[in-house]
């Protein structure tokens, strides 16, 4: 079955360092597209990607960043630069643009700061 | 820029009976989609029903249907028959062409509760 996952389903970072949350699709979408859930806040956009080795930022791009070398793969990195990285993260991709379908998403990841 | 706004943080419902959750948004676009999902406990988002802004017709999936008001700006979802497995966060969601093509912009959410 296609889909899309996220690993690992929970994440715990140390103050100062960096964590890689991943994201992977089997859907042959060509858009994917990173959020956090905040309590009370909804889902915000951290980084998209319509296409292979392009990306943009989103609504809250400081202290992260990816890369999308694969279709298939579009990994999120929290930077110590992030202050308050304590969230739940999730991945979701598209067919290109997602104007119709709508998009699916992974299963998310929740990281803590310990 | 797309705003979208819930406005009820809550919502309870008796099981069997009907409720409506409201969302207005605002957005520049003439071309956009609008969307609600459910994420329940296992925190899955999961597309409830969609709405091409211009279609005239309200969208309907089951038990589950929209009021679409373009002029207003508001899009509110309505459960019939509420079932046990309503129960969730509910999220509504525009996405519109343009300049912001292909993102989502995501209201606050509405936590529903499902009475037996």
């Known amino acids: 079955d296609g889909g899309i996952t996220q690993s690992p389903k929970y994440l715990f970072r140390k103050e100062g360092q960096n964590v890689t949350l991943s994201c992977e699709q089997n859907?042959?979408?060509?858009?994917m597209y990173w959020y956090r859930q905040d309590p009370g806040q909804g889902l915000r956009l951290i980084y998209y990607s319509q296409i292979v080795n392009d990306f943009q930022k989103g609504d809250i791009a400081e202290g992260y960043s990816v890369s999308r070398e694969k279709k298939e793969s579009f990994p999120l990195t929290v930077t110590s630069a992030q202050k308050n990285p304590t969230a739940f993260y999730l991945c979701?991709?598209?067919?290109?643009?997602?104007?119709?379908?709508?998009?699916?998403f992974g299963s998310g990841t929740r990281l803590t700061v310990v | 820029a797309q705003t979208v706004t819930q406005s009820q943080p809550e919502m309870s419902v008796q099981e069997a009976e009907t409720v409506t959750l409201s969302c207005t948004y605002d957005?520049?676009?003439?071309?956009?989609?609008l969307f609600w999902y459910k994420q329940p406990p296992s925190r899955q988002m999961i597309l409830v029903i969609r709405q091409e802004a211009y279609k005239q017709q309200n969208a309907t999936e089951n038990r589950f249907s929209v009021n679409f008001q373009k002029a207003a700006k508001s899009f509110s979802l309505k459960i019939s028959d509420s079932q046990l497995g309503d129960a969730a966060m509910y999220f509504c969601a525009s996405n519109a062409g343009g300049t912001s093509y292909g993102k989502l912009t995501f209201g606050q959410g509405t936590i529903l509760t499902v009475h037996p």
């Open positions: 859907l042959n979408h060509d858009a």
């Open positions: 979701a991709s598209s067919i290109g643009g997602g104007q119709v379908r709508g998009y699916t």
């Open positions: 957005t520049s676009e003439s071309d956009y989609y």
